[in-house]
């Protein structure tokens, strides 16, 4: 395999982020390694929703996207079905991409196992965990925890939420807990609910939705609860004692999904942690990727996803240039960060700011709140300005990816 001085891109962690950065790259003519702690990659348990300019970008990768995830439309609501919001789509963005809709169910292992089948052999390399950098003036050196070392032009960092590479180079993340818990569960088809439609509602204290998914081409749901948790809260003994409880608040069909679940290997408990903004990805010539720098909480539903992308813009700024001038790492850097940063920091934090409003509210508030988001089109303008319209924009500024003019 080819590793030649200029060309060359290390890689650490073969989550989505790594993968993603690892097709984009190769495809721009870089010689890249992906080094990963576990003995091969694995996708973490249960669904995922991937929205239309992640499907673009795998599209670009070669992966079929016509029959990859369900296609759905998204209503907000309350615990008793009273609609708040809905989120319509531009239709203007669904012709440029020639995809309809906007967030598509998808099972994670099936989702990931794609991306993964466009790796060319050779590229990932399992059983290296990596314990710390060096920069030098040429490049930078690996060291892996087996003491092997790897010498590169470019050292990209997707080593996840607790990334030895972002930790080396921005310092302690200062992780906290977001004082949320989701239990991420999917199944196979149930009666009686419209096709193509998913549903986030709340309760005064619990969110429970549910969407239509593909598993494997296979139609089935995801559907999820996130709860008020404090860190290190004792899990349930009884996990179906407990969400049947949580469901029974809710209107059908969430309280039927249980019936359809195996509770043995279908339903995934997560604790969310954030970390405070960063300004910055990059030093020197490290970069970094996904949760290494972003940890998302649940509301934007949006962590696999943005990782994706990060990847792909990553590789679209380097564009193939020779990596052994710091120059040219920089301007690619740069141009990266301008696209993206700002981006995503508003996404994570407004997914925070989501939580907030609808898990952490006193009695009272959570009272005012609820009827001004049943009896206002408040919810709905709110989404509209802070979430959708920041997509639409960023979906129209990927100009190449567009294929429906
Ligand atoms: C409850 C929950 C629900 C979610 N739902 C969605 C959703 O619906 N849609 C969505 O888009 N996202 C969702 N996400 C977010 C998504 O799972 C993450 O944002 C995404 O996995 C991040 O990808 P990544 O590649 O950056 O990191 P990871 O997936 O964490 O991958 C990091 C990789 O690096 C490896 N690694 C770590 N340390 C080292 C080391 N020292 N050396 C070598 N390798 C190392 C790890 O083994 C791993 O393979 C959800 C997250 C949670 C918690």
Redesign the pocket.
Known sequence: MNWRKGKRVAI?????????TALAMISRGYDVRV????PE??A?G??????VP?LAVLREYGIDVSNFGSYTSVAFKNNRGKERANLPFNPIVEKAFDIKGWHYGVL?SSAFGKMLERVPDGIVVGD????HYREHADGVTLY??SGETVEADMLVG????????SRQAFGDPGLFHVGLR?W?AWCDPIDGIPPNEGVISHSRKYQASYFPMLHDGKPGY?W?IVEPSKENAPRPKNVEAHVRKILSEFSDPLPRFPDATDFDHQI?C?D?YNRPSLQTWSKGRVVC????VH??S?YA????????E?GYFLARFLDGRNLDDPQTLRDGFAKYEETRVEYVNHNVEFARKMGNIFHHQSYPVAKIRDLIFDHTPFLNKMIQRDYLDEQEAMCMSMKELHVGY
Do not use: C, T
């Open positions: 650490v962690g073969a989550g989505p982020g790594g993968i993603s080094y990963e702690r576990q990659p694995k973490l249960g669904a995922v929703l991937l929205s992640v994670r290296h965990a990596l314990s892996f925890e997707a080593d996840g939420i607790n990334s030895k590479v989701i991420l995801e999820w995934f997560w969310v990727v996904g949760d290494a940890p998302v649940p539903a949006y962590g696999m996803g943005m990782a994706i990060d």
